[in-house]
């Protein structure tokens, strides 16, 4: 198989796990190309890519941006902090506008959860979700997966905790659908008020004592506690938070074996984790940064390559 | 459909050894130069080259391959997207005499995209391509092979497939297909 099931990368729940194979492959392909002396391919170059971020994003963005240049793609980008949006357009109006000077692919970020589903229904081109609310964020799942694969070589029987703001995860979810899609095991933990109220129907496991899935797991995805997104207080203080759910160097010592820590950033040191634990030998954080660019050009190549000449 | 066999194992071991022996009338011992098998195919013809080179010349040759799929002029423009493969090249390319390897020579638009692909590596002292196969008078762009194994008149029903043992083939061969009633 040559060619991805989906028009459009939307969420990691869409993707077959051929899909996940061709995009790891391909990717190692582009992995080995952002490591020559000229990073450059010329395979987009008839190709102009708007990035549209409705919301605030540096790693995420610079990464496709990479992409989209070591792929020779047209880019254009877009913030709503800066555009029409502000003046009242809505977002079907903008994208429209937006494609009437012909570009052919989208990687939109939007507040709203379905913001790049709604889209895919209305219009002609293709669409890369790069986050949508609380739902989903594909690529990043996809790289923390690849960068999983790298270590770890397999995902049969391997057993993954994702800890920390779970409810308000975009990459908690879009993580879960694909490891479990992999054949990975998958454990949340959080605090009570951090983890969704349906979270046991996506057939993950939930745990409460951060040392105890520390202990259970093969590798750790701590994530970032969203401030931003907390209309309310879930936890008194970021205090007792990093008490409680914060991993240091002493907890991964007191266990009886090694497990990788990654972290999709940006990282709060002394909050979810410790710098001791950031920068040890087990952290594969820099990697996952790194495999976001060949992640990325893997999709955007295999999503254009898709479409047929119009 | 009917297929011709264009060259057997003997004739094509001896076809390999002729080409070897018009590589080091032009290369010496090879302390310069290097070959680049093109993926996927032209990498078996490499490895034969480069262990025939190796018994003549009693050394290890310098031997990479190239992978073109992301440099293609066809992408988009094709019904699906081709699979890349693997491109290493354990040498440095800047200054080298590099010869480029394929098994079949047809259009000429791989070799293209595998010089574009190669300059991304460094800027090599001089480029020379060797195929197996020639196909004449099919070629969409400029470019001509130095040292041809066997060349061959064909039609553009017509297609040239090289089976290697490494491939799980009993023997090594290079049959000519006509495709006219498929």
């Known amino acids: 198989m040559t060619q991805l099931s989906v028009p459009h990368l939307l969420g990691t729940q869409d993707l077959t796990l051929d899909d996940f194979n061709l995009i790891f492959e391909t990717a190692d392909n582009f992995k080995e190309i952002i490591n020559r002396p000229i990073k450059k391919v010329p395979s987009l170059r008839d190709i102009t890519i708007a990035n549209i971020f409705f919301e605030n994003s540096t790693r995420t963005r610079i990464s496709f941006e990479l992409a989209e240049k070591r792929l020779s793609a047209d880019t254009i980008n877009f913030s709503s902090s800066q555009s029409s949006v502000k003046k009242g357009e809505t977002l079907l109006d903008t994208v429209n506008n937006i494609l009437a000077m012909k570009v052919d692919m989208i990687v939109m970020r939007h507040a709203s959860p379905g913001a790049p589903h709604f889209l895919s229904k209305h219009i002609d081109a293709n669409i890369i979700n790069a986050g949508d609310g609380t739902h989903e964020h594909p690529t990043q799942a996809l790289l923390d997966s690849y960068s999983i694969r790298g270590k770890h070589n397999s995902f049969e029987g391997l057993k993954v905790a994702i800890i920390g703001d779970i409810l308000h995860s975009r990459v908690a979810l879009s993580n879960i659908f694909a490891l479990k899609r992999l054949g990975a095991e998958v454990m949340v933990c959080g605090p009570n008020t951090l983890l969704p109220k349906f979270i046991g129907s996506l057939g993950v496991k939930v745990e409460l004592d951060v040392f105890k899935a520390l202990q259970w797991c093969d590798v750790a995805n701590v994530l970032r506690i969203q401030l931003e997104r907390q209309q309310i207080k879930y936890f008194p203080s970021l205090r007792e938070y990093s008490l409680y759910y914060g991993i240091n160097k002493s907890m991964l010592d007191r266990l009886d074996k090694e497990i990788t820590i990654m972290h999709p950033g940006p990282i709060n040191r002394g909050v979810e984790l410790n710098s001791d634990v950031a920068d040890s030998e087990h952290s594969i954080i820099l990697d996952q940064v790194e495999n976001g660019v060949a992640i990325r050009m893997a999709v955007l190549y295999l999503l254009a390559g898709a479409r047929p000449e119009a | 459909m009917q297929k011709k066999l264009i060259l057997d194992q003997n004739l094509l071991e001896i076809t390999i050894s002729r080409l070897c022996y018009q590589l080091i009338e032009n290369h010496n011992d090879f302390s310069n130069s290097a070959i680049l098998g093109l993926q996927p195919r032209g990498k078996f013809v490499a490895n034969r080259i480069k262990d025939k080179l190796g018994l003549l010349l009693n050394k290890e040759v310098a031997m990479g391959y190239l992978d073109t799929t992301f440099h293609r002029d066809d992408f988009r ?106």
């Open chain 2, 77 to 182: 423009r094709r019904d699906t997207p081709k699979k890349a493969n693997e491109t290493t090249i354990p040498f440095l390319i800047e200054d080298k005499k590099i010869i480029l390897v394929d098994d079949v020579l047809y259009t000429g638009r791989s070799v293209r995209a595998a010089m574009d692909a190669m300059i991304s590596f460094g800027r090599p002292q001089s480029v020379e391509l060797l195929v197996l196969v020639d196909r004449k008078y099919s070629r969409d762009l400029p470019i001509q092979p130095n040292y041809i194994g066997k060349p061959v008149n064909t039609m553009q029903s017509q297609r040239v497939m090289v089976e290697w043992r490494e491939q799980g083939k009993k023997k090594d061969s290079i049959w000519l297909f006509n495709n006219l009633d498929t």
